[in-house]
């Protein structure tokens, strides 16, 4: 198992301004290329204090190429519904010939509605959008000369410039919340998925059906799953647990007023049970979380046996993504939880075999 950084925003500004916020996130990419860590990866969201300071991914990620030399360097993820492929595809290529070739491109379909609201975008287009939308960038990253009469967008013959600087591509992946289409749809076109485990052990049948898919689809191996963690590592475990609840708690409350609006008349087909489970999710607190595994808080060698738990639990899955830097947490205590993981726990976790 490898293990990254998520810097996932969930900061306002009379908490934390957003150059403050940024330039604690690019001392930690400094860290984590230092310290051996596997990624960085950052979110596109909008408006809101849940995910509001990164409506480009992009953006972030090139800053944070500069500051490190060996990262991979992960959007988790760009939002094809709202964004134009040939952008996409030349956003996508520049990035990667910054990085050396060091980009993973990320894409999700979007589940705010309030994101879909004031761009205008309906949600029963949300699955249309996005496989349309990650196909034609996929092309013009792979080929020259690609022209598109689809449903959202038409434009003639075009080659994206820059091409990009791994061939063919960069390495896609799909985020995936709860619904077995989007890990099946991963599966099936040889993409990797990232997950969120907020659900528990009902992540266990959606990483099957995406194992299921890659398999059907005659590729070699199982595919390759990224899972994203809250992390906060201490010496004394239960410190930890004191520094970390009220940071997490924070975080989950700013995630259920942004996902509000499927509690207050949104609806979709792209979107089964989605209302129950914004329902289920204002329940979550601290304690939940950590209980069903989404949270590894501890000492580095309680967090070991929460991450083989989980682990064992879902059937494996290959990389980590360690949201660590929250928004009310000291950033001191964020960099030594950051340092202490990597020389204890990471080692450890390295030794856990991949699924077969």
């Avoid at 930690?28 to 300071?53: C, P």
């Avoid at 985020?175 to 528990?200: D, K, W």
């Avoid at 009902?202 to 398999?215: G, I, S, T």
């Avoid at 509000?260 to 489970?277: I, N």
């Amino acid at each position: 198992m490898e293990a990254g950084i998520n810097f996932f925003p969930e900061a306002a500004p009379e908490e934390k301004p957003a150059d403050v916020y940024f330039a604690e996130c690019l001392q930690i990419v400094r860290d984590a290329d230092r310290l051996g860590y596997h990624h960085i990866r950052t979110v596109e969201h909008y408006f809101e204090q849940y995910g509001g300071y990164s409506p480009n991914p992009i953006v972030f990620l090139t800053a944070a190429s500069q500051r490190s030399r060996r990262l991979r360097l992960i959007t988790g993820a760009v939002l094809p519904a709202f964004n134009h492929p040939l952008k996409l595809a030349g956003e996508i290529g520049m990035l990667d010939a910054i990085s050396d070739g060091r980009l993973e491109v990320g894409f999700a379909r979007a589940f705010l509605p309030h994101e879909f609201a004031r761009f205008g975008v309906p949600l029963d287009e949300s699955r249309a959008r996005f496989e349309e939308g990650i196909e034609t960038v996929e092309r013009l990253l792979q080929e020259q000369m690609v022209g598109l009469d689809g449903r959202f967008h038409r434009f003639p013959p075009t080659t994206s410039l820059p091409r990009p600087t791994q061939q063919p591509r960069p390495p896609f992946w799909v985020a995936a919340l709860s619904t077995e289409q989007s890990f099946a749809y991963a599966g099936s076109r040889g993409h990797h998925v990232m997950a969120i485990p907020l659900l528990g052990t009902r992540m266990v049948p959606l990483l099957q059906a995406y194992r299921q898919a890659w398999k059907a689809s005659g590729r070699p191996g199982s595919g390759r799953v990224m899972l994203a963690f809250h992390m906060f590592c201490h010496r004394d475990g239960k410190r930890a647990l004191e520094l970390a609840r009220d940071p997490i708690n924070h975080y989950l409350r700013a995630l259920a007023r942004a996902a509000s609006g499927w509690l207050t008349g949104a609806g979709s087909a792209d979107y089964p049970g989605y209302k129950q489970m914004i329902e289920a999710l204002e329940g979550e607190t601290f304690e939940t979380v950590l209980a069903h595994g989404g949270a590894w808080i501890g000492t580095p060698a309680e967090i070991v046996e929460q991450a083989t738990a989980y682990h064992d639990q879902v059937g494996g899955f290959e990389v980590a993504s360690l949201q660590v830097n929250f928004a009310t947490l000291a950033f001191e205590d964020a960099r030594r939880s950051v340092a202490l993981f990597a020389a204890e726990a990471l080692p450890r976790l390295r030794e856990i075999p991949n699924p077969p």
